[in-house]
């Protein structure tokens, strides 16, 4: 039951194709300056993935969550993928599918993918807990403590947003 209550509050509040909804009408505000580094989901493989692993050279990170089949999440996901290869940030997107495998058949489809690592939270489960995910997409950037500086619900051009510009 409360899995289908998360799909309807995707289905109604985050991932549709109309405007993108700001991080103030979401209610993330509460979560500017929280410590998220306690946040553990899985790889695409099952194993345990600490946040704080990914910290290197005090980088700053983002963190988005996504699922396959949410065409908002899909648009941005290019620009996330580029925003990592810049290397001014880490950028992790955890997948909320219900598998794994799901994620793991749609990244082969992809071209984009090597600037982001990909994660796990199957339903979203440990999201909505640890970060109030309630909806999505929805990004976190942090700092190098992994404490949260912004959140931005719904898609955003990401290299328009913190890259680097030519």
């Known amino acids: 039951m409360r899995f289908l209550g998360f799909i309807l509050v995707v289905l109604l509040a985050g991932c549709g194709e109309g405007d993108k909804p700001s991080a103030v009408a979401r209610g993330y505000e509460a979560w500017i ?21 990914v910290v290197v050279d005090g980088k700053p990170v983002v963190l988005n969550v996504w699922a396959t089949w949410c065409p908002p999440c899909l648009r941005e996901m290019p620009t996330l993928d580029a925003l990592g290869k810049q290397g001014n940030y880490t950028v992790v997107a955890i997948a909320t599918d219900a598998e794994a495998e799901t994620v793991k ?20 489960a440990t999201t909505r807990e640890a970060l109030g995910a309630g909806a999505i997409p929805v990004t976190y950037v942090l700092d190098k403590d992994l404490k949260v500086v912004d959140v931005q619900a719904g898609a955003h051009d990401w290299v328009a947003k913190l890259g680097i510009r030519d």
Do not use: C, N, Y
């Open 105 to 124: 058949e749609f990244l082969k489809r992809q071209e984009w993918g090597a600037g982001v690592r990909i994660w796990f939270d199957a339903h979203g």
């Open 33 to 53: 300056g929280r410590d998220v580094s306690g946040l553990v989901v899985r790889t695409l493989d099952g194993e345990t993935q600490p946040l704080r692993d």
